[in-house]
């Protein structure tokens, strides 16, 4: 649903430490036991005692579980800000819109909100104030959950030190600034209900189906119509454009949805953002953030049933493929610029290299209808992830021109087929969104894991950096892998390249003398230096040379 974070992605959220779903897999708590643990003090952060405490303890645990489930911390924390407390921007069809605190501040969260009301906002889209909430809310999902459920997740936020943060106005014109105008929409797309299992259905189906189609809220990415919410007017599950990204269809199709993977390799790829084998490619973009802040967080019980469950659904398809314009791809364009800008690491025949570089043949997230994905890929280029390598941001000393043959061109080739791009806009106004550290149009990162932070600073691994000429690149990150290893042992590889490139950002950055090639392509050559070094030690470059970028 957004893209907050630097290097096209997210970061992590709190580890899984319970279960939630439906009665018929939960035993909920009765709520007058969170209202006396909210009156003894746990709504202000207070410790309980006795058998109080421990119930109250458990509850909280589930309702972590939940909110990590439903992504609640992913839309309800601004870039810097603390989590959960609110204001950061969703972009949606009508409009900015700010999201609340969701602390247990009184005067700005939900100090004051008792769990009616918090249920009556997600089961019905309703305000402590009696007010229509927008469906940026995912209400239209969230009212599935059971009232159960809502009270732990309730208890959880109540847990949360509480955080002064005032909502700032959301940027909305008329008249979609009139809340009561919303009635129109409800009507139209909106019946609150919890989840009803499906007698036919095994338990795991149904466990799938509550997580699918409630706190997972998959269809607000997913749904090819996001205006009307969940609805059968929604295009359910067969991919759409989100914030300049396109989610992928998820239904059993075989050419662009989740059909020819296996269950193995969505459950993998669910959970890590990757799978082996060619067919389902690395998630980028919200999908990759969804995965590290919540899907990596589930129980593989949990994942396996919403695979369960999507595989009862209704194949789609996003395209026909008959309906294709045609596309001759010797002597295509976009042909000469893959071979210049890509095929040294993706491949001619588009393979790429198993476990190091995804292929492009083949992959359903490439044919996908949009080609949203692909083009903020090669504009923005991806950091290491599941060992994969980083991939620069090539895009970023391209044409727009350029990027949407290659785009056409990937998508194309090798047996691939997609819609070509009917507007070439589309590029520019990608270029325009793609704020990343990779093509020089963010900031320089931070590194997220405390104790390699903390070792790239004792080493001073950033002033080792500092006017590092190109081909000292090797010799220079040789030197450091190293003690880095020997400092925090449990560091992995991904981590290890991805830290090396935000301090070479943080040194060279402004550096003059790295203008004349580029910044982007100097900061991709010196991350694909890091990620060829650390994962074949044994290799030397004899003149000292960087690897062309791929």
């Not at 939630?20 to 909210?38: E, M, Q």
């Not at 009232?147 to 959301?170: E, F, G």
Request: hydrophobic share 40%; charged share 20%; aromatic share 8%.
């Amino acid at each position: 649903m957004r893209n907050r974070r630097d290097a096209l992605h997210p970061a992590p959220r709190p580890r899984d430490r319970g279960r939630g779903g439906a009665p018929r897999f939960l035993a909920g708590r009765p709520r007058d036991i969170l209202r006396a643990a909210l009156f003894l003090g746990i709504a202000s952060g207070v410790p309980l005692a006795g058998a109080a405490s421990a119930q109250d303890a458990e509850l909280i645990k589930r309702g972590e579980y939940l909110a990590t489930a439903g992504d609640c911390v992913a839309c309800h924390t601004a870039p810097g800000g603390k989590p959960f407390a609110g204001n950061y921007v969703l972009n949606t069809p009508i409009g900015k819109i700010t999201t609340p605190n969701l602390t247990p501040d009184k005067e700005t969260g939900l100090g004051n909100w008792s769990a009616d009301d918090f249920y009556r906002a997600f089961h019905e889209g309703i305000g402590k104030d009696g007010g229509y909430l927008y469906p940026a809310f995912p209400f239209a999902w969230y009212t599935k959950v059971t009232r159960a459920d809502a009270d732990a997740i309730y208890a959880y936020l109540m847990s949360l030190p509480a955080v002064r943060s005032p909502r700032q106005t959301s940027e909305i014109p008329f008249p979609f600034n009139i809340r009561t105008a919303l009635v129109t929409w409800r009507t139209a797309f909106f019946s609150a209900g919890e989840f009803k299992p499906d007698p036919q259905a095994s338990a795991e189906v149904n466990r799938g189906g509550y997580l699918v189609e409630g706190l997972g809220h998959c269809g607000m990415c997913h749904n090819a119509n996001k205006i009307v919410g969940n609805s059968g007017l929604a295009g359910k599950l067969g991919g759409g454009v989100i914030d300049g990204w396109y989610a992928p269809n998820i239904t059993p199709d075989d050419h662009t949805g989740i059909g020819a993977w296996s269950d193995d390799q969505v459950v993998t790829y669910l959970k890590t953002g990757a799978a082996p084998g060619n067919q389902p490619g690395v998630a980028a973009g919200p999908m990759r953030q969804t995965i590290q802040e919540s899907l990596s967080k589930l129980t593989d019980a949990d994942l396996k049933a919403m695979v369960a469950y999507l595989r009862t659904q209704k194949a789609k398809e996003s395209y026909k493929v008959k309906d294709l314009q045609a596309f001759a791809t010797p002597g295509a364009p976009g042909a000469a610029t893959y071979l210049s800008y890509c095929s040294s690491c993706h491949k001619p025949d588009g393979r790429g290299v198993e476990g190091a570089i995804p292929a492009l043949a083949g992959n359903s997230s490439v044919q996908a209808k949009g080609p949203e994905t692909v083009i903020r890929v090669i504009l923005g280029g991806l950091s290491a992830q599941n060992g994969y390598a980083p991939m620069p941001a090539i895009g970023a000393g391209m044409t727009d021109q350029e990027v949407a043959d290659v785009t056409d061109y990937i998508r194309n080739a090798w047996g691939n087929a997609a819609p070509v791009i009917g507007e070439r806009g589309v590029v520019a106004e990608a270029r325009k969104a793609t704020q990343t550290m990779l093509a020089g149009t963010a900031p320089c990162a931070e590194i997220a894991q405390p104790e390699l932070a903390k070792a790239v600073a004792d080493l001073g691994v950033v002033q080792r950096l500092k006017g590092l000429a190109q081909e000292n690149f090797i010799p220079t990150v040789n030197a450091l892998l190293p003690p880095l290893r020997a400092a925090v042992p449990g560091a992995n590889g991904d981590d290890l390249v991805n830290g090396l490139t935000t301090a070479f950002c943080q040194a060279g950055r402004d550096d003059p003398g790295y203008a004349k090639a580029g910044w982007h392509a100097t900061i991709g050559s010196f991350a694909s230096i890091a990620y060829s070094q650390l994962r074949n030690p044994e290799k030397r470059a004899s003149n000292g040379s960087a690897p062309r970028s791929p």
